[in-house]
């Protein structure tokens, strides 16, 4: 599915893009199941074995554990989340896909999907693989200390990311509505600029990296930049100047979150109280609210950019 850049009467209800449940169970060509015991035995071989060679993600054990023992961290820290998860959110549930083989004559897979239904909409979960998770001290290379602890601790504890889908089956890279994990999600700043159009990684990057030089790590030949993207508000099917957008810099154990809206690089931000504001969100988000929230409450201007 192509990008394209998101109207004014969609930016008016985000629910535009998002993935209604029966849509998505209507997807899963290789049933929805609430429990391994539920699966045919084909399928409960290659669940059993992790569903790939190549993946070593523990679908079956989370999904064993329930969704009660995957939201119980959000309970002290996120507790406007933890509501919304049990008024309005489902239990915990993997959907499976079968994908035809690319060698001719071979076996399809099956690809799992783990996912919850959110107020008639589809929200996913990326479990960890088993003793990767941060309870399990695995802290991605240090880059979830970047992140603000109540956040770390609660959305990232025994996951790896989260996210609203925009298409009933959609591809690893495309993470947003949700908190993501730095091992997979979380976008570096020049691949953000690219997201917003054309020019603005030619304005803005060098800017930003004289306001922030260790955001830019260099090895060998290469650069990279450790300023990243945890939480993009706009839907995985669109793409421009418009939502919030979120950052920390993992070169850096402040825990501070920069916060940009509207592609407003002019007028960057810093998110004041970031447990809060985010736990509200994310409420929002699984509520199924229509419209935009409204973080303006905990957004003050960085002023310190005009300089550079």
């Known amino acids: ?3 394209f850049v998101i109207s004014e009467n ?7 893009g998002r993935v209604a449940t029966a849509d998505f169970y209507r997807s899963m060509t290789g049933g929805v199941y609430a429990s391994i015991c539920e699966m045919p035995d084909q399928l409960k071989i290659l669940a059993e074995s992790g569903f790939s060679d190549e993946s070593c993600r523990d679908y079956m054990g989370v999904l064993e554990k329930g969704k009660n ?3 119980e961290p959000l309970r002290d820290v996120q507790p406007h989340s933890y509501s919304a998860f049990n008024d309005v959110v489902g239990d915990l549930k993997v959907g499976v896909v079968w994908i035809e083989g690319f060698v001719p004559d071979s076996a399809p897979g099956a690809v799992p999907v783990m996912f919850m239904d959110a107020g008639g909409y589809v929200i996913e979960i990326n479990p960890t693989c088993k003793g990767e998770s941060y309870e399990e001290e695995d802290t991605s290379f240090g880059s979830l200390l970047a992140l603000p602890e109540s956040l770390a601790t609660s959305w990232l504890w025994r996951t790896d ?6 298409e009933p ?11 993501g994990h730095p091992s997979s999600a979380w976008i570096p700043f020049d691949n953000y600029l690219d997201s917003l159009g054309e020019g603005f990684q030619d304005e803005y990057l ?3 990296v004289r306001f922030l030089p260790d955001m830019a790590v260099v090895k060998g030949t290469r ?3 450790k ?9 995985a099917n669109s793409c421009g100047p418009f939502g919030d957008q979120f950052f920390v810099c993992s070169t850096r154990l402040d825990q501070v979150v920069y916060h940009l809206r509207g592609g407003d690089l002019e007028r960057p931000c810093i998110l004041v109280n970031p447990a809060e504001a985010i736990d509200l969100y994310c409420a929002h988000v699984l509520r199924a609210q229509s419209g935009e929230f409204d973080f303006s409450p905990w957004s003050r201007p960085v002023d310190e950019l005009a300089a550079f």
Not at 161 to 166: H, Y
Not at 227 to 235: A, G, I, K, Q, Y
């Open 227 to 235: 300023l990243r993207c945890f939480l993009d508000t706009r839907p």
């Open 69 to 71: 023992w995957l939201i």
């Open 10 to 16: 969609s930016r008016k209800d985000i629910l535009a």
């Open 1 to 3: 599915m192509g990008e």
């Open 206 to 208: 060098e800017r930003f």
């Open 223 to 225: 650069r990279s930049y």
């Open 161 to 166: 990311g989260w996210r609203a889908p925009s």
């Open 169 to 179: 089956f959609q591809g690893p890279l495309r993470n947003r509505m949700l908190i």
